[in-house]
C-alpha cells in the first residue's frame, strides 16, 4: 500500500423526496444567490424542476438559470454561466441532472475566479486556484460519480478536444440523491451508467500496487452490488433497492475511496474518450466494448493473470482453476461479457458503428506516436493499442 | 435501504513518517496555539513525542501538553484540559495515541464552549452546541476508530459509569496514520484492537433492514481483510502490509460508512460496556467473548439465521448448506472462535475472571429490569440476555 491522503468532505443526502430540502440545506451551506443548472426538458417533465423551484422560493433564495447543459458538456456553455454568476454576484451553483451539469458547474465554480479563459484550466495550462463558488446537485443520473468526485471533464467542441481538471476544494459541499428520480431512465442509460460505474471500479482496481486487501475489497463489493441491481432495475426501473444500491455504488466507486494506496490505471477511459471523440458513442457504451477486450488482451501477460483472476472469482464467482489461472480469469471476462449483453450494450466497435479506420490515429494520440505506454497495471504499447483495436473491431 | 445522511470530511494522512508533517498541517488548518494530549511514557519511549515535539516547534506552532490519558478515559482529565485550554486560550487539540487520547480530546474540543460541567454534555443531558475546537490527531492504536468517527467515550471513575455524546461537528479534521508507529504494540493489544474494528462492522452488518448489499460488502470486505491480516501481524509485528490493512479497516469501520441507510444494532458494544464496568476487562476481550456467543444464541432464532449464514459464506468461506443454512452459520462461528482462540483472546467470561455474580444486575441495567429489550438485528429480552451471560460463563 502507497502512503496516500484522502479526504472527501461532501454531505450525502441520500432517500426518497430528499430534494424537496434542497432550500433548506442551501440555506445552511450560506447560499443567498443561486445559479439552478440544467440540462433539456427532462426534469420539466418529470416535475423535478417545479420541486426545486417551490423549495428555493420557500427558502427565501433568489435563483438564475443555466439550462442547456448537453452530454459531453461544453465549454462555451460554462463561460456563459460564468458570465452569468459574475453579472449576477452568485454564491452556489445548484447542478440539477448528471454527471455532465455537475462537471459544467464545477467548471464554472473555478472559472469564476480566473481571469483569463476558463480552458486554460480545464486543459491543464493553469491550476485552479483555491477560490471557488461552492457547487450543490440534486443527482438524476447515477454514472460519471461527480457527485463526490474532485474533478470535471469539458469538452471544446469546436477543437473538437475533451478533457478535464481537478482540484480538493473541486467536490460538492452536498448531494442529494433520491433513487426514484432515476426510475424514469431508460434501459440503454441505466446499462451505460452501470457500466460506468464497473469501469470507475475497475480502473483503480487493476493496479500494480500490492497489498491493497481492503480497497480490492471494497471495488469488489461495487462490482457485485452493480452486477446484482442491474438486472433487477431493467426489469423493473421502478425497484427502489435496485436503484438505490446502483445509486450508492455511482459515488463510492469515484469518490476515490478504492483509489486510497494505490496506483491507477485508466486505459480504458483514455482509450474511450479517444473514440468518443471521433464517433458518436455513449461513454458506457465504449466501455462495455473496451473493458472486457483489455482484460482478455492481459490474460496472456503473466504477470496480469493472478488480479483477472482474482476478480473472477470473487465477483463473478468463477471457480479457481489453480494449474490454470487464466483460465479462470477468461471465465469471469465470459461473465461479464454475458452481463454487457444481457444489459443491451454492444461487445464490438462494428456493433456500435465505429470503423476501422482511425485506429493508427487513435494509437498515436494515446501514445504521442508510440513515444510512451498507457496505462499503469499494464504498460500499453502503440502496438498493443493496435493489437486491441483489431480485438475490439 | 433507509435514507440516511452521511458526510465525514476528515483528512486522512496514511503512510510511512506522516506523522513529520503534523506541524505544517497544524499551521495549515488555522492553528497557532496547541493543547498536546497524550496517555503515558509509551510516545516518549518510541520517540514519537520528540518527533512531534519538533514539527511544532519547526512549524512555530506553541504548544502546551496534557499528559495521563488511560484506557477508559476520565472526566477529570478531560476538566483539566478544559481549564487549561481556557488558560492558555488554546485553538487546537492534537490527540497523539489511540481512542481514549481522541476521545479526551473531543470531549474537551466541547467542554470548553459549555459553562456547566462537561459530564452534563458526556452524559446526554444537554445537546452539544456548535462551537467547538478543532480536534487532530496522530494514531497510534487502530481499534475504537475516533480518528473519524463523531462521537466519543468517556468514564466518570467516581460513579463509575461509562458513557459518550457525539456530534457531527466532532470528526478530527485530519487523522495522521502511520502504519510503522504500531509496530511496537504488543500482540494481546493488537488482538484486542483487531477484534474492535470486527465489532464495528458487525454491530452495523447484523440490521433489521432489509436491501443494504452495498454496504454489507463494505463489511464483509472489513472484515476479511482484518481476519486476514491479524494472524500476519501477530506472527510478524513489522509487516508494513498487515499493519496498514489493519490501520484503514479500523477507520472505515467506525467512520459509519458501513451504516448508512441502515438500523444498527450495538447490542454487544453494550453489554461489554456493563461488564467492563464491573470488572477489568479489555473492551475487545469482552467482545470477543460476546460476540460469537450471540451469534450462536441467534442461530435458533429464524429471522436472524439468513445474515448468520451470509457472514459465514461470504466472510468465513464456510460451505453454504441450503437445506440448514443455521448449520453454516454455526461454522462460520466456529471459525471466528478459531480466529479468536489463534489471537490469544478469551473466549468465556470464566478465562477472563468473569463470574457469575452479576449476571441479574447486568441484565437489569441492559433492559432497565426487564422494561425494554436490547438491540436492533434481535431484540433481546432480560431473559434472552441471563440465557446468552450463563452461555458466555
New interface residues.
Partial sequence: ????????????????E?ELCVGEELKKQGASRVLLVYGGTSIKKSGLYDKVVKALDEAGLSFDELPGVVPNPRVSLVRKGIGLCREKEVDFLLAVGGGSVIDTCKAISFGVFYEGDVWDLISGKVKPGDKRIPVADILTLPAAGSEESDSCVISDETIPMKTGFGSPLMRPV?SIMNPELTYTLPPYQTACGCMDIMAHAMERYFSPT??V???D??A???L??VI??LPIALENPRD??AR??IM??GT?AQNDMTG??RQQDWFNHGLEHQISGFYDIAHGAGLAISFPAWMEYLCTKQECVPKLAQIAVRVWNAPMNFENPAETAKEGIKRLRGLIREAGLPLTLGEAGVGTERFEEIADAMTDKGSHTCGAFYPMSREDILSLLQNMA
Same sequence: chains 1, 2.
Fill in positions: 500500500m502507497n502512503g496516500f491522503e484522502f479526504q472527501c468532505a461532501t454531505k450525502m443526502i441520500f432517500g426518497r430528499k452536498f500490492e497489498h486487501e481492503m480497497t475489497r471494497v469488489e463489493g461495487i457485485a452490488t446484482h441491481n427502489y433497492a438505490a444500491e450508492l455504488c463510492w486510497c494506496g
